[in-house]
């Protein structure tokens, strides 16, 4: 069973006369375990699919499953499912909500829930990602770039996610500050038998983390590139007008 089937997925923005169809049949399998990416420029639609898939988008057409369950066009996901499948954002900052302390970031999705044993939960969360859990009383914008990602890796790994769908993870931190992100995903992903859909911009972060990556150009797949032609190169102009 695949980890993600993507079928003719097509997602249009409400707006003018016939709205703006942002992602045109779309189609792409993700085997489990696998990292998948999705490059292209600015505009080519890489967020549009995966908010489609995190449930974020109602509203497109096509036929998309996770883990053989049905994800359904006209609703949000919820149940099971929902924890199944996470979303890093590309801007941590604005991912986080400015007026609440790092403990309730993370604890709250967890209450909501009827977890018990929250304030546990959340330290483990946070060791997990290398944070020490006296952060956990602070505010978003009392942490630097590279803690907050951290903060919004925690969280999405909090409900154990199969699938984590990522969105230029690494795009707003320092180039130091990257590599230690790209490689806690790569430990943790393994630690916890994940799968991820990567959105990158940058042919280095998708060489070093993608099994496979697709190619977009204005809402389309043009190429699906595996390892050996993500290795030889060759495709980064592509990203050149990004
Ligand atoms: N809510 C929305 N309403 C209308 N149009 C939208 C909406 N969200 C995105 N779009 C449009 O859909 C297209 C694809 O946007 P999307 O954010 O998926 O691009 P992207 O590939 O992620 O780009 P970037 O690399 O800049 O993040 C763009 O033309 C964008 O303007
Ligand atoms: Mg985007």
């Known amino acids: ?4 089937s993507v079928d003719n997925l097509s997602v249009t923005f409400q707006g003018g006369a016939k709205g703006f169809t942002a992602v045109r049949d779309v189609s792409f399998t993700v085997a489990s375990g696998e990292t998948f990416g ?4 600015s505009g080519c639609g890489k967020t549009t ?10 509203g497109w057409r096509g036929i998309m499953t996770v883990f053989g369950a049905p994800l359904h066009p006209d609703r949000k996901i919820t149940g099971a ?7 890093v954002f590309q801007d941590p900052y604005s991912s986080l909500h400015p007026r609440h302390r790092i403990s309730r970031i993370l604890g709250e999705p967890l209450s909501l829930r009827g977890i018990v044993g929250v304030e546990e939960a959340v330290r483990v969360a946070l060791d997990q990602v290398g944070l020490s859990s006296s952060i956990a009383g602070r505010y978003p914008h009392q942490l630097s770039g590279g803690q907050r990602q951290r903060v919004a890796i925690a969280r999405a790994l909090l409900l154990k996610p ?12 320092d180039v130091s500050v990257q590599a230690e992100i790209l490689n806690l995903l790569n430990d943790l992903k393994t630690a916890h038998n994940m799968t991820f859909v990567l959105v990158s911009h940058d042919p280095g972060v998708v ?8 190619t977009m150009q204005a809402g389309r797949i043009e190429s699906v590139l595996d390892r050996a032609a ?6 980064t102009e592509q990203l050149a007008t990004s």
């Open 38 to 41: 999705l490059i292209g420029p």
């Open 162 to 173: 199969k699938l984590l769908l990522l969105d230029e993870p690494t795009s707003a931190l």
């Open 230 to 235: 993500l290795a030889a190169g060759g495709w």
């Open 81 to 87: 499912l929902r924890g199944n499948i996470q979303m």
């Open 49 to 58: 699919v995966l908010r489609a898939i995190a449930g974020l988008n109602i």
């Open 1 to 4: 069973m695949s980890a993600l």
């Open 207 to 214: 060489a070093h983390m993608c099994d496979r990556a697709a």
